[in-house]
């Protein structure tokens, strides 16, 4: 065997991570050692597509720390003139890594970085050849263990570009059984190669296998719970997967005195509450998911259907404007409602041009706009009344909902006949300008931050929709699939301690013997108050308690003698004669 193609591969790796060669020419050579006939050069080229870019963004820290613009002694000084502490130091380091983040940020050349995955000419060629020569050949030379890393490639190619291998979904089944080795890596992979454009057919069987496997009543805790954790993942990614019966049964298991399999069960059924709670008892939909399918906000998703695309957070910015607009006819004296005509919204547009800039409050804004001269004539932005955005009162009267209705008459609650959110229609009314762009960023942080609090009501929802849309670059390890069976567990009081403590120091010393030890450390004698202390400590106990017990008219009789003993110079009196 010739080294080249395995010296190839590794300057191609050592390229990659410091960002020299970057290109697709990097990618195709790596996509072609995957497919080559030798052991070593196949799981090298593998091993860069699943974590060449984490390789590269590591490098890419380690060498901003260095050369971050950062005054860490500014930062050092500032902290520094208030009272030191362990707080004021672990702040100042929270601190320290903000800045440097956004410096970082602030100084890239372009937001996106492509990662090897993205930069593949064609993925459903590539997946399925690898499935072909290294999964499905029985004349393939790699191991379970190379074979398991070839599969995690895959599954992600299949899982990010939605492609479609449904041989690669039969593949699964005789691995998906407690006695295989490494089956936890078996149950990522395949809930990381699921998509709502797998058919759920394909799917079905391995859902009810690894239910029928994993999750009884006779399995441990930690079969149980690692069971139900991939049938959650599987679902996330294809909630047609499930029937009816199936998850009713799993659902059941919330019961479960074990406390690992009980919590996966509980993320099982706020998952289907999301995605479809008409599968679910009517006892266990919960209160907003049965409000929803009343009111029509919940529907199930049919097979191969996608949500509709808008600017995150565009609601937030119209309603802020709503709201301005109300605050501004207040003032003027006019009703807070917008009547039939036209004119105030339009000295609402005047006034969002002559706004067109950002506010530069910012210390690390950039130099601003660039004016770049235009060879042909100047664009006319008119403000003719074929251009005129609609009038609210327009859009209200085409939104409300017949007064007399037959469906108004038949809702049980208030709560049920709350409206259906509509899709906001700013960004096709009018031209959003860099201040509208500013300001939206600035609501989406707010309405994150508020999301993020403990007395946010609706917590539990946003935590479980930011699950549902996690993305699809962040590959599922076999860790998340046993996450929850570490807490089925009982741990010992030491191992209990050790979690608790986490990466804080092992010795815990006051900053008095700190400060001795470093002057023993320096050679450093101690100071003549500590030099007096020389009584036994035994002694002073039975003066201590008594000290505690004093009355104040005891208090003040002792003080007062120390007074005296003072003025006589002490108890023998040994003052000079006058």
């Known amino acids: 065997m010739s080294p080249k193609g395995i010296w190839a591969v590794k300057l ?11 290109e697709s020419d990097a990618v195709e050579l790596m996509k072609q050692a995957s497919l080559s006939e030798n052991e070593k050069v196949i799981i090298g080229g593998v091993r860069f597509f699943l974590g060449g870019d984490k390789e590269r963004e590591e490098a890419a820290d380690e060498s901003s720390d260095e050369d971050d ?5 500014k930062l050092r ?49 590539f997946a399925e050849k690898l499935f072909h020569i290294h999964l499905q050949n029985n004349k393939s030379k790699l191991n379970l263990e190379q074979k398991l890393l070839v599969l995690q490639l895959v599954s992600r190619l299949v899982g990010l570009h939605k492609l479609t291998v449904i041989q690669l979904y039969s593949y699964f089944l ?55 954790n991939a049938i959650r993942e599987i679902c996330a990614r294809q909630p047609l997967a499930m029937n009816d019966t199936l998850l009713q049964d799993l659902v059941m298991y919330r019961k479960s005195k074990d406390k690992g399999v009980m919590m996966a069960a509980k993320g099982l059924l706020s998952l289907y509450r999301e995605v479809g709670a008409d599968m679910l008892k009517k006892r266990d939909r919960g209160k907003e998911a049965a409000l929803g399918l009343r009111s029509g906000e919940r529907k199930e998703r049919r097979f191969g259907e996608e949500a509709v695309g808008e600017i995150e957070g565009l609601d937030l910015l119209e309603k802020w404007k709503e709201e301005e607009a109300k605050k501004k006819r207040e003032e003027k004296g006019l009703p807070a409602e917008i009547g039939s005509d036209e004119e105030p919204a339009a000295e609402d547009e005047e006034e969002d041009w002559n706004a067109w800039d950002v506010e530069d409050n910012d210390s690390d804004d950039s130099g601003g706009w660039i004016d770049v001269q235009s060879d042909g004539d100047d664009i006319d932005i008119s403000d003719d009344e074929d251009d005129k955005r609609p009038s609210k009162k327009a859009k209200l009267d085409q939104e409300a909902p017949a007064p007399n209705s037959e469906e108004n008459a038949n809702v049980a609650s208030p709560a049920a006949a709350a409206e259906v959110p509509k899709v906001s229609t700013l960004a096709t009314t009018r031209i959003l ?7 939206l960023a600035e609501l989406r942080t707010a309405a994150s931050i508020t999301a993020l609090l403990p007395q946010h009501a609706k917590r539990q929802q946003k935590a479980q929709a930011a699950a549902l849309a996690r993305h699809a670059d962040d590959p599922l390890t076999a860790a998340e699939i046993e996450g929850l069976a570490a807490l089925s567990v009982r741990k010992t009081k030491e191992e209990k301690i050790a979690m608790a403590k986490g990466d804080r120091a092992e010795t815990h010393q006051s900053t008095t013997a700190k400060r001795k030890a470093k002057k ?34 005891d208090t003040r009789r002792v003080l007062k003698g120390h007074v005296d003993r003072q003025k006589r110079g002490g108890k023998r009196g040994n003052v000079g004669s006058k």
Do not use: C
């Open 69 to 73: 613009g950062v005054d860490m002694g």
């Open 174 to 228: 005789k691995y998906l059984t407690p006695r295989q080795p490494s089956v936890t890596s078996f149950l990522a992979s395949l809930a990381q190669s699921t998509h709502n454009l797998v058919p759920p057919d394909a799917l079905e069987p391995l859902v009810q296998k690894i239910a029928n496997e994993f999750v009884s009543e006779a399995a441990a805790s930690e079969v149980a719970s690692a069971g139900l």
């Open 77 to 125: 000084h500032q902290a520094g003139i208030n009272k030191k502490t362990k707080k004021n130091q672990k702040d100042l380091r929270k601190a320290a890594a903000t800045v440097k983040k956004k410096e970082r940020k602030k100084n890239q050349p372009h937001p996106l970085n492509f990662s090897a995955l993205h930069l593949l000419h064609d993925p459903q060629g």
């Open 433 to 439: 300008t860099p201040a509208d762009l500013a300001k």
């Open 12 to 22: 191609t790796r050592e390229l990659w991570k410091r960002q020299v060669w970057t």
């Open 520 to 553: 023993q450390a320096e050679g450093k004698s101690t100071t003549n108050k500590e030099k007096a202390r020389q009584k036994n400590f035994f002694m002073t106990l039975g003066k201590a308690k008594a000290k505690g017990k004093r009355s104040l008219v």
